[in-house]
């Protein structure tokens, strides 16, 4: 089997030229007083596929969630194409707008368990949907279609109808993927995506990923524990450390020394946990 | 001591076998030692006051069980006044030897009648009407509580809102349904109208507090995953809110429903409407047949109406 990271070599390169998908500048974020992100800066070009790794308490979740503006930074800017989505504490008129061409997947998946997959993927249209149209939950044959189309790219079409709280982790997981897809969305943000889930639908879920960024050039930068799946998928790691950006660059770089500086005297159970046994190789 | 609970426990064995034995470590009795004791003087005051409070509220309330149980014969003839049931008004079929005009009347055995009424009326009319009450006091009560809710749930909108709609809903609920009959009577009249009114204020107070108790209790994930598709506020609660609230809130709309027929029969003694008025009549005229025929079609038709919810309910939950 080619390694994917030999594929996307090339996708690295060009990613150089491609212009800037997120750009993080000097992002700060306090919870009570407790710093959780530290004038934290980070440029993400189209195409690319990061992985953003760190200790527990790092921070990692809190900049991803800020990067699509579900939590707002004390100061500095995150820009999505260039388009300013937060400055300085405050929101872009526009953030809905910015937030619907990013798709955001949740180490505990999210999806509303009482709405069918099919629904649940259909949501990923609503920026697009008019208000009174949403009130009573309509939606047109034309989309319906495509969110079907969206399960089928993640392989679980047989369980559309399904409600969400009737399949499994990595089934929820693809479906939250879909609906990534139904946004039409340019990025996706993932935290944590396989942390939940058991190893195969984890590497299932991976190589969703690792073919959504390779086939259609969709952004990715995934928050991760496990250094065996970043790298074996990852070519860009981005690491941090008490709300610090402190390793930015070739996940092959990332040698014994510098994830003990990253992770600590933990490091030796991370690299060994985790879903070695199916990643490793 | 602070071994007194092993002793109690196992006198010898625990105590030898744990107390001596060096695996109890100091750190575990003191901590045994900071374990709350069950009597403080602080308990003891608070169980004085309420006993106070008790004798007192009691006194002024002519609590006097005594006179209750001297009352015991009279009592009894008067509940044996309601023997023999009077179903004569209640406008169900029955056996007669005779049937009253509007009737329609079948031969039975023997040479009796079935009289069957051509009409709706008497006992019948009066329950299905104190039902139709009920439900349209809870029906528009449910449909005003929803948006009132979702405007009142700390985890949807801001606090001033919350705080003013929340005033709003709590004296909707503390003022008792008669005391909104009363003040429905003079604006549209005696009549069932009224009646749904008051129950629909006093609802609406009900149900807007415990929907919104639903939506703050609702996990905040399914929302997040929606407002990160770039979804509106409107649409995050369409999508995100609603579905996890709604079978808690058809559970609490049909539990509302059950109270409902119960507060809508006895409406009707201030005459808003319902059985009420035709029972307080029989009362009222000492006609307690009549009387104990309406309690017993009452009984019958609130046990049902709750059995049925609560069945719903289950199914819900
Ligand atoms: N909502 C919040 N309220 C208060 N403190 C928070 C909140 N969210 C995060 N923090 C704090 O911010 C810091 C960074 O947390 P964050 O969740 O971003 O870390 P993480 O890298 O995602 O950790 P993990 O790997 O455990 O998920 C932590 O110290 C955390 O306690
Ligand atoms: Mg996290």
Not at chain 1, 160 to 173: C, D, F, I
Request: hydrophobic share 45%; glycine share 8%.
């Amino acid at each position: 089997m080619e390694s994917p990271s030999q594929i996307s070599s090339e996708l690295q390169v060009e990613s150089v030229f491609a212009p800037t998908a997120v750009a993080v500048k000097e992002l700060s974020k306090t919870f009570k007083g407790v710093s959780a992100l530290r004038s934290v800066s980070m440029n993400i070009h189209q195409g690319e596929m990061v992985a953003l790794v760190g200790a527990s308490g790092s921070g990692k979740s809190t900049l991803l969630r800020n990067v699509n503006g579900l939590q707002q930074a004390d100061t500095g800017a995150v820009e999505i194409f260039g388009s300013p989505l937060q400055v300085d504490g405050s929101f872009h008129s526009k953030v809905r707008q910015l937030r619907s061409q990013i798709g955001f997947i949740f180490q505990q998946f999210n999806l509303v368990n009482r709405l069918t997959a099919l629904e649940n993927v259909l949501v990923g249209r609503l920026a697009q949907v008019a208000p009174w149209r949403s009130l009573i939950r309509s939606f047109t044959r034309e989309e319906k279609l495509q969110a079907l189309a969206a399960l089928e790219r993640v392989g679980i079409l047989n369980q559309a109808h399904k409600r969400a709280s009737a399949l499994s982790g990595g089934q929820q997981q693809r479906v939250a993927i879909a609906r990534c897809l139904m946004q039409g969305a340019k990025i996706i943000l993932a935290d944590e995506p396989i942390a939940s889930l058991d190893p195969d639908s984890a590497r299932k879920v991976m190589e969703l990923l690792t073919s959504l960024n390779q086939e259609q050039g969709i952004t990715v930068i995934t928050s991760l524990h496990q250094v065996q799946v970043v790298q074996r998928y990852f070519q860009r790691s981005i690491a941090l450390r008490q709300g610090e950006v402190c390793f930015d660059g070739a996940t092959v770089d990332l040698d014994g020394d510098r994830l003990t500086r990253i992770y600590g005297s933990a490091v030796e159970e991370l690299v060994m946990s985790g879903h070695a046994e199916v990643f490793a190789g | 001591m602070s071994n007194s609970n092993f002793d109690s426990f196992n006198p010898t064995a625990y105590t030898n076998s744990v107390e001596s034995s060096s695996v109890v470590s100091p750190e575990v009795l003191k901590t045994l030692a900071q374990e709350k004791p069950l009597i403080t003087p602080m308990r003891i005051f608070w169980a004085v006051v309420a006993i106070a409070i008790l004798i007192h509220t009691g006194e002024i309330s002519d609590l006097s069980f005594g006179e209750l149980f001297e009352g015991r014969g009279r009592m009894v003839t008067y509940i044996s006044g309601y023997w023999f049931p009077d179903f004569t008004d209640s406008g169900l079929p029955r056996l007669s030897g005779e049937c009253p005009s509007k009737y329609i009347s079948a031969p039975f055995l023997f040479n009796l009648q079935l009289c069957i009424p051509t009409a709706i009326e008497g006992y019948v009319f009066d329950i299905i009407q104190t039902v139709g009450m009920g439900i349209w006091g809870t029906l528009i009560s449910a449909i005003v509580a929803i948006p009132l809710s979702i405007i009142a749930a700390e985890n949807v909108a801001p606090f001033f809102v919350v705080f003013i709609i929340r005033i709003f809903l709590g004296a909707m609920r503390v003022i008792n349904e008669f005391v909104f009959a009363l003040i429905f009577i003079v604006a549209v009249g005696l009549g069932p109208f009224a009646g749904v009114l008051a129950l629909f204020v006093h609802t609406t107070g009900t149900l807007g507090k415990l929907f919104s108790e639903a939506i703050e209790e609702i996990e905040p994930g399914p929302v997040d995953g929606i407002r990160a598709t770039g979804a509106s506020k409107l649409q995050e609660v369409i999508f995100g809110v609603l579905p996890q609230v709604l079978p808690l809130w058809t559970s609490y709309t049909l539990y509302r429903f059950e109270a409902n027929i119960r507060s809508a029969a006895v409406l009707g003694l201030v005459g808003a409407g319902g059985i009420g008025l035709t029972l307080f009549q029989s009362m009222r005229s000492f006609q307690n047949q009549k009387v104990a025929a309406i309690l017993i079609l009452l009984t019958i038709t609130v046990v049902g109406i709750d059995t049925i919810s609560a069945k719903i309910r289950q199914r819900l939950v």
